[in-house]
């Protein structure tokens, strides 16, 4: 029955001067959700509409499931295109088109017509009215509320005439791309697949760093960052994942340096490579699953222990979040699944057993001095030898 659906936008329509500049993002990335959809799709814009028709055969769950992953869109409203063939035209598609959707229902129901078309003969609440009539008399069961309907019709007078009652959510945000890049430091548990997500919901296009520990960690492990990668890609698009071998400058770490101290040490060492590789590839900040006080490297101390070593800004997402509330987006975003697989990164292998958990940065600098110039070789071998390997 639906061969179109209007796209509804939230955010993008309060901007100025470069509205178009977002919708036509907006307009892209929809084309790239569809790409891999079964099916053939024109998508345009409308005097602040767009739509997305379908050209012959198509799966329907397959196109809302895609669309559902686009960053923009606040509503996806499967809906019937009509060309005007005057009021009686449209009163008997109207009523065909309630009982398609809804049999012999006995909702209660608002019409709410939009004369965008002002040319069109009767008014908004003209049409209102008389529409509503006509679904009275083929309807018997059916009643009005104007103020808390079950059901919602709407009707759109354009240059054609859209019928709709259907709104399903989006995931809001604003095109990815509009914001800029940043650096994500995936690892793979639960938080930082769910921070890029939530960035990438604000338009910026992710990137993403991975560091691994071979023989300590295994290729399952990688392969687990890969997939939570490509989870992130379905909504963020294309990811650049970055595999950084970080073995030799944890060992160094862990011979030289006070084992209470090894976990800000080495995420110190692990955000100077990340906003290396940002700098290369044009990320503008970093992105980091941290959450105050979850773990020992997340007290408010070692954050600013971890921060001192950046110029870039850092962008920690889920700052305040409990375990729980960021639990229930990995569910959502479907990446609590993979996350959860049993495979150890680097950053579980080597944990100290009585981590420090208020570090004085002054200390951390000079238990730095202890690692010599041969780390900053070890550093620019890690960023030098990076594997790239191009997800979604």
Do not use: W
Not at 131 to 149: A, N, Q, S, T, Y
Not at 211 to 221: K, N, V
Not at 270 to 278: G, L, T, Y
Not at 345 to 357: E, G, L, N, R
């Amino acid at each position: 029955m639906f061969k179109a659906f209007l796209i509804k936008y939230g955010e993008i329509a309060i901007k100025g001067k470069n509205r178009y500049l977002f919708e036509n993002a907006l307009l892209a990335q929809i084309r790239h959700a569809l790409k891999d959809v079964e099916g053939s799709f024109l998508v345009t814009k409308e005097q602040g509409r767009m739509y997305v028709e379908a050209q012959g055969d198509y799966d329907f769950e397959e196109a809302v499931e895609a669309l559902k992953r686009v960053f923009g869109i606040v509503g996806i409203c499967p809906v019937v295109i009509l060309e005007d063939e005057g009021f009686e035209r449209l009163a008997e598609e109207v009523v065909k088109y309630l009982g398609s959707c809804y049999g012999e229902c006995d909702k209660t129901f608002k019409v709410h017509a939009r004369r965008a078309r002002k040319t069109y003969p009767l008014q908004s609440m003209e049409i209102n009215a008389q529409l509503g009539g006509r679904i009275l008399e083929r309807f018997p069961g059916m009643k009005v509320d104007v103020h808390h309907p079950k059901l919602m019709l709407y009707v759109e007078i354009r240059e054609r005439i859209y019928l709709y009652s259907d709104v399903i959510p989006g995931p809001g945000g604003m095109p990815v791309g509009t914001n800029g890049k940043s650096m994500l430091l995936l690892s793979g548990g639960i938080d930082s697949p769910v921070a890029g997500y939530m960035v990438a919901k604000r338009g910026v296009k992710i990137d993403a760093v991975y560091f691994h520990a071979p023989p300590y960690t295994s290729e399952r492990a990688k392969q687990k960052v890969v997939d939570l990668a490509a989870k992130v890609a379905r909504y963020a698009g294309p990811v650049y994942l970055y595999v950084v071998n970080f073995t030799e400058i944890q060992l160094y770490i862990y011979e030289k340096c006070p084992h209470e101290e090894l976990t800000i040490i080495m995420r110190r060492y692990m955000m100077r490579i990340a906003e290396r590789i940002a700098e290369k590839t044009g990320s503008l900040g970093l992105i980091t699953g941290e959450s105050i006080g979850q773990v020992a490297s997340q007290t408010v101390q070692s954050l600013a222990a971890t921060n001192e070593v950046c110029t870039m800004p850092v962008f920690r997402p889920l700052i305040a979040f409990d375990k729980e509330d960021i639990v229930t987006i990995s569910k959502r975003i479907d990446t609590f699944e993979t996350s959860i697989q049993p495979f150890e990164d680097c950053c579980t292998i080597f944990v100290a057993k009585h981590p420090v958990t208020k570090p004085n940065a002054a200390v951390i600098r000079k238990s730095e001095l202890k690692l010599s110039e041969k780390i900053d070789a070890m550093v620019d071998e890690a960023v030098e030898t990076a594997e790239l390997i191009v997800v979604g």
